[in-house]
Structure formats: structure tokens, C-alpha cells
């Protein structure tokens, strides 16, 4: 079995940062994509950022050059910047993994974050 545990979430004022971290435990498996989700109460889960393994990337329009992903696939760990958090980026996000390109693969417990204004 493989769990990805999230990390890195907290409290902080808005124009604050984080950087958050998924690591994959158990089960080792090739990497083809890591993500980052998130959720807010009463809103559907929207995609955050997402990383292939040959370093592409793709972005939520609302990033708007905020955030920043990175995979480390030797250590089967992705890593989110947040950089300028704004009250409305306040959620629960969530780490995926996936070993090809047919859909998500495994999902964290999700790590909270929080902006206050």
C-alpha cells in the first residue's frame, strides 16, 4: 500500500508563505505525475499545480505566478511553494500521485491552510 502524507500547512497572515510537502510511504512505485488539489468548504476540489516527471507543469489560472511545484522522484516527494497567500487560497490541499497518465492514483489525507486578512 502506498500513502502520501501531507505537511506544511498552517496559520498565516495574508502576504505570508508555505511550502508544503507530500511524501509518498510504503509501497515504492514509479512517479509519472505528482499534484496538488485543494478544497474548500462548500466548493468543488479545483486543481492547484501538477508536475510530470520530465519537469512539465501546469497551473490553476488563480495562481497567477503565486505558487510554484516541484517533484524530487527519487524520493517520491513533491513540494508546493505558496508565496502571497491570499484569504481566499484558505483550504484543505490534498496531494496526488499517479504512475501513468490514465488519472490519479493515490490521494493524501489533505493538510489545512489557513489566511486570515
Known amino acids: 500500500q502506498v500513502h502520501l502524507v501531507e505537511s506544511g500547512g498552517g496559520s498565516v497572515q495574508a502576504g505570508g508563505s508555505l511550502r508544503l510537502s507530500c511524501v509518498a510511504s510504503g509501497a515504492m512505485f514509479s512517479i509519472k505525475n505528482m499534484g496538488w488539489y485543494r478544497q474548500a468548504p462548500e466548493k468543488q476540489r479545483e486543481l492547484v499545480a501538477r508536475?510530470?516527471?520530465?519537469?512539465?507543469?501546469d497551473y490553476g489560472d488563480f495562481v497567477k505566478g503565486r505558487f510554484t511545484i516541484s517533484m524530487d522522484k527519487a524520493k517520491s516527494t513533491s513540494y508546493l511553494q505558496m508565496n502571497n497567500l491570499k484569504p481566499e487560497d484558505t483550504a484543505v490541499y490534498l496531494c496526488a500521485a499517479a504512475s501513468d497518465n490514465s488519472g490519479w492514483d493515490y490521494w493524501g489525507q489533505g493538510t489545512q491552510v489557513t489566511v486570515s486578512s
Open positions: 508536475i510530470s516527471d520530465s519537469g512539465r507543469r
